[in-house]
Each structure stands twice: as C-alpha cells, then as structure tokens.
C-alpha cells in the first residue's frame, strides 16, 4: 500500500475520522502482548523490529547482524513471516525450489547469503533451524509478535521519516507508540539523519531510560560503471524516493523514475513498457534488490519480466555503522539471559 498523506500531518480530518479504528487496532495489539506466554527457543533470538508501518530499514539490519555473527564463528539463521508469500507453513527457504511469490521478497533477497525461515508460526521455525545446525535466530520483524522470548530487542527507526503524526494505524503509521516499545527494547539503532517528526524527544527518552542509541546509514554496494547513459530506477519499495535519492548521491544521472505500490508484483505489461520507455529514451535501467527478488524465477510465461531482469542493474543496500553497535550485541550474548 502507498502511505495515505495524512499520515505526515498532526492534525487532519482523516487522521481524526479513523481514531475509533485505531483504538481498535491498540487494544488488540496490547490483548494479544499482555495474555501471551512466550516461548523459550532452544536458541538465542535477536529481535529487529520497528513501531512503523511499512519500511524503516529492517532487512538491512538483520542482513548485517547476520553477516557479522557468521564472520564471529557463529552460525545465524533469520526468521521471517514471510510476508507477501502463499506458503504459510514453516519451511527453510530454497533458492533452487521457491520465488518470491512462494515465500515473500525479502526473505528470497536474504536467503542469497544466508539460511532463512519462513513460517506465520515463528515458534515451529525456531526449531526448523535449530534441527538445521544453526547456533543463533535472528527474528527479523517481530518486535509486536509475542509468540517467542526474545534475548535481545532491537528497535530500527527511520530517523528521516520519522513517527509521522504520532497516531496509531490506520489513522496514523504506527503499529504501537514508540515509547511503549522502548519499554521492550535492549537497543535503538536510527538510520538517516535524525530529523524526522518526534524523532529528538525520542532520542531523549531513550538515553533517560538507559538504552543505547547507535546512528547508522544505508549506501549502495556498487561500483560507478563506465555506462554513461541517464538512469530510468524504477522500484516497488516503502520510500522510492530513498533509492532515487540514494543513486543521485552516488553519482548517476536520475532522468526517469517509476514507482509501485510496497511489495508490488510486476505484470508482464509492467515489464514491457519499462523496457521499451528505456530503449525509446536510451536509459539504462536500475532498480533495487527487493525489486529483483519479485522478478526471479517468475517461469516461462514471464517472458518480458525475464527480460527486465536482464537488463536491470540491481542495486544491493548495505547497512553502515560502528563498531560499537555489534560489539554491543556481542556481549549482551556473553551475559546469560534470566
């Protein structure tokens, strides 16, 4: 779904309209926390969660953590819901069998570089990847799902777009009240410039209440080509103008750009007329890895999705911040959890 504008706005008619619902939507959201009793995985689980609808910088945190915990001796396994994918059931994700439409993009996307499971019931895939020889969970999005004891939380906020207007959805973009969560969070990691809306008395909270923030930026893992031609980005993500942007900076020449909704499927006209605006206007086409992971592996019936894939340059994300913030993970692990 595309983020309603009144979103962003502290006072709107729309935003005062959908109140009712949003009480709504809070009190089950605190029913289902308050009378669930989490279960204990035979493993550690760090927990990267966020308190806003839609993308905040999730999947590049637990890709990160994940990378760093492999390089430590560890052996990490990443839980996902699947979102967007039609098998429910708890499986490990095979990048020789499955597509995004099976298992959702971004656990396709991870499972490039690391073992990922998928499943509505987090529970039965903790113990897919325990059989499976893995030593540490990493629970990505999970933050309001109590279904499982967390040894580490770990809060992601988008710290350039911000809490929005501080209303819960749908009259707003919160899922819960940021300070409701932070009564559950180990550690805050803001990506961006903090200059989103509440994102300073947040950051206030925060260090009042003991619990360390760490700054980080997402970059491109490219290299500048020699291919000198205008970019055409097109992309289905939460914020498109994040990655346009993110390619200015780098360097390209944004001429044209095409966005979707969040965790769109791209139809064959879709593809088709991408490819063909891109030769008329002698563009060279890019788009982001989530993107591409919906257009694997699609069978023969995606011929021109195929094509796009083909032709696009694919613009993996990588998340940047200190040393601190792993050193940090590293040894809240070492203390045994009561």
């Given at each position: 779904?595309?983020?309603?504008?009144?979103?962003?706005?502290?006072?709107s008619?729309s935003?005062?309209?959908?109140?009712p619902?949003?009480?709504?939507?809070?009190?089950?959201?605190?029913?289902?926390?308050?009378?669930?009793?989490?279960?204990?995985?035979?493993?550690?689980?760090?927990?990267?969660?966020?308190?806003?609808?839609?993308?905040?910088?999730?999947?590049?945190?637990?890709d990160?953590?994940?990378q760093?915990?492999?390089?430590?001796?560890?052996?990490?396994?990443?839980?996902?819901r699947?979102?967007?994918?039609?098998?429910?059931?708890?499986?490990?994700?095979?990048?020789?069998?499955?597509?995004?439409i099976?298992?959702?993009?971004?656990?396709?996307?991870?499972?490039?570089?690391?073992?990922?499971?998928?499943?509505?019931?987090?529970?039965?895939?903790?113990?897919?990847?325990?059989?499976?020889?893995?030593?540490?969970?990493?629970?990505?999005?999970?933050?309001?799902?109590?279904?499982?004891?967390?040894?580490?939380?770990i809060?992601?906020?988008?710290?350039?777009?911000?809490?929005?207007?501080?209303?819960?959805?749908?009259?707003?973009?919160?899922?819960?009240?940021?300070?409701?969560a932070?009564?559950?969070?180990?550690?805050v990691?803001?990506?961006?410039?903090?200059?989103?809306?509440?994102?300073?008395?947040?950051?206030?909270?925060?260090?009042?209440?003991?619990v360390?923030?760490?700054?980080?930026?997402?970059?491109?893992?490219?290299?500048?080509?020699d291919?000198?031609?205008?970019?055409?980005?097109?992309?289905?993500?939460?914020?498109p103008?994040?990655?346009?942007?993110?390619?200015?900076?780098?360097?390209?020449?944004?001429?044209?750009?095409?966005?979707?909704?969040?965790?769109?499927?791209?139809?064959?006209?879709?593809?088709?007329?991408?490819?063909?605006?891109?030769?008329?206007?002698?563009?060279?086409?890019?788009?982001?890895?989530?993107?591409?992971?919906?257009?694997?592996?699609?069978?023969?019936?995606?011929?021109?999705?195929?094509?796009?894939?083909?032709?696009?340059?694919?613009?993996?994300?990588?998340?940047?911040?200190?040393?601190?913030?792993?050193?940090?993970?590293?040894?809240?692990?070492?203390?045994?959890?009561?």
């Amino acid at each position: 779904m595309r983020e309603p504008k009144f979103w962003r706005r502290p006072k709107s008619i729309s935003g005062f309209a959908l109140r009712p619902l949003s009480w709504l939507y809070q009190s089950a959201s605190f029913l289902r926390r308050v009378t669930a009793k989490p279960q204990k995985a035979a493993l550690p689980i760090i927990c990267v969660g966020n308190v806003t609808v839609g993308g905040a910088g999730k999947t590049p945190v637990t890709d990160f953590i994940a990378q760093h915990l492999k390089d430590k001796g560890w052996s990490p396994a990443i839980l996902s819901r699947g979102y967007g994918g039609q098998i429910k059931d708890a499986c490990a994700v095979d990048l020789n069998l499955h597509n995004s439409i099976d298992v959702g993009d971004e656990p396709l996307m991870l499972a490039q570089r690391h073992q990922v499971f998928i499943g509505a019931d987090r529970a039965a895939s903790a113990e897919l990847a325990r059989n499976a020889d893995n030593t540490i969970l990493i629970k990505d999005d999970g933050l309001q799902n109590p279904s499982l004891y967390h040894d580490i939380n770990i809060l992601v906020v988008d710290g350039e777009k911000g809490f929005g207007n501080e209303l819960i959805f749908p009259a707003g973009p919160l899922r819960e009240h940021p300070y409701e969560a932070l009564n559950r969070t180990d550690i805050v990691i803001i990506i961006g410039d903090a200059t989103g809306h509440g994102i300073t008395t947040f950051i206030g909270k925060c260090h009042g209440r003991a619990v360390p923030v760490f700054y980080a930026s997402t970059k491109p893992s490219l290299t500048q080509t020699d291919d000198k031609k205008p970019v055409l980005a097109y992309c289905a993500i939460a914020r498109p103008q994040k990655f346009y942007q993110t390619l200015a900076n780098f360097g390209f020449e944004v001429a044209q750009t095409r966005d979707f909704p969040d965790h769109y499927y791209f139809s064959e006209d879709d593809a088709k007329d991408l490819l063909r605006f891109a030769d008329a206007q002698n563009l060279t086409l890019y788009t982001t890895e989530k993107d591409a992971a919906r257009l694997t592996k699609l069978g023969d019936e995606a011929h021109y999705r195929q094509k796009l894939l083909e032709r696009s340059t694919i613009v993996p994300i990588r998340l940047e911040v200190s040393d601190d913030f792993m050193a940090h993970i590293l040894a809240r692990l070492k203390t045994p959890s009561v």
